[in-house]
């Protein structure tokens, strides 16, 4: 769900799952680092073949 935080705890609690905002932001900052991580890994790679990096 796009949506900030405060309301997805709200629609969490209303369907019965206690979830608090330190939860969301452990988990979006969790998967913001699983998959950006892998995203800067291959511009390191493509980095490091160039020949001249700034110009």
């Known amino acids: 769900m796009s949506v ?5 705890i709200t629609y ?3 369907i ?4 608090t905002r330190e939860n969301i932001s452990n988990w979006r ?3 913001g680092h699983e998959y950006l991580s892998l995203l800067v890994e ?6 490091w ?3 001249v990096l700034c110009r």
């Not at 900030?4 to 997805?8: D, M, S, T």
């Not at 019965?16 to 979830?19: D, N, V």
């Not at 291959?42 to 980095?47: A, D, G, M, S, Y």
């Open 16 to 19: 019965g799952l206690a979830i």
């Open 12 to 14: 969490w609690n209303q």
């Open 42 to 47: 291959r511009f390191q790679k493509q980095l």
């Open 4 to 8: 900030p935080a405060y309301r997805q």
């Open 49 to 51: 073949k160039e020949d």
């Open 29 to 31: 900052n969790l998967v």
